[in-house]
């Protein structure tokens, strides 16, 4: 089975340009998660979806930054205008999920490392 | 508030040498579930294990064992006679009943030497 698949696996950009992030969930998973990794701030919580509706999206760092999920097998993180302080690596995460559970493991994606100029 | 401690930054080792990788997990939560995931220098985010609060039985896969104990807290990770492929960071994780957010700890980069 195809694990959670995202794109581009790289992306290099300058700054002010708009930046689009995708990410398909494993087959059957119900909840979907954005993070961000960087040395200082480790690994963060940007926003998490559960049956394409945005649960918690407190992590998102400010209005530049927007998440979509209009299916079940496709979600987008766009930045808008992107500024050098936003150079990470972006993981995409899915689970089977369920409202009650908490108990599912999150797989991972390979992840996109954004570099912004 | 849920909180996750690997207080070891980086440990390096000797290949074929065991070593203990430790976590230590806060919560107000009775029913609460660890995780770790391994992150090569390659990047990707690999699923090793999960446990929940009510199964303290030691469990061994392969060269892996994990230690959990209640009574401190703790959610050890031991790698026997290491190999240069367990080189990585390790991360230890902390969710709860009924919440989907993981709390990660900071990561150990583990290195080993050939």
């Known amino acids: 089975d195809a694990g959670v698949i995202q794109s581009p696996r790289h992306e290099v950009t300058e700054m002010g340009q708009e930046v689009t992030l995708r990410c398909k969930p494993i087959s059957g998973h119900n909840s979907l998660f954005w993070y961000r990794q960087t040395m200082m701030r480790g690994l963060e919580l940007l926003i998490y979806?559960?049956?394409?509706?945005?649960?918690?999206d407190s992590g998102m760092p400010e209005d530049r930054f927007s998440a979509k999920m209009p299916n079940a097998s496709f979600s987008t993180l766009k930045i808008q205008p992107s500024e050098p302080r936003d150079s990470a690596v972006y993981f995409c995460?899915?689970?089977?999920?369920?409202?009650?559970?908490?108990?599912?493991?999150?797989?991972f994606g390979p992840g996109t490392r954004l570099t912004v100029l | 508030a849920q909180k996750v401690t690997q207080a070891q930054t980086e440990i390096s080792v000797v290949e074929k040498e065991d070593v203990t990788l430790d976590c230590v997990y806060e919560t107000r939560d009775t029913t609460y579930y660890l995780f770790w995931y391994k992150q090569p220098p390659s990047g990707e985010l690999v699923f090793l294990i999960r446990?929940?609060?009510?199964?303290?039985q030691n469990e061994i896969s392969g060269r892996y064992s994990w230690n959990f104990q209640k009574s401190t807290s703790s959610f050890n990770f031991t790698i026997t006679a290491s190999q240069v492929v367990d080189s990585a960071v390790y991360f230890c994780?902390?969710?709860?009943?009924?919440?989907?957010?993981?709390?990660f700890g900071t990561g150990t980069r583990l290195t080993i030497i050939p």
């Open positions: 979806f559960n049956n394409n509706v945005p649960i918690d």
């Open positions: 995460a899915s689970s089977l999920g369920g409202r009650r559970s908490g108990t599912d493991t999150q797989y």
């Open positions: 994780a902390l969710t709860t009943f009924g919440n989907e957010k993981l709390t």
């Open positions: 446990r929940n609060s009510f199964d303290e």
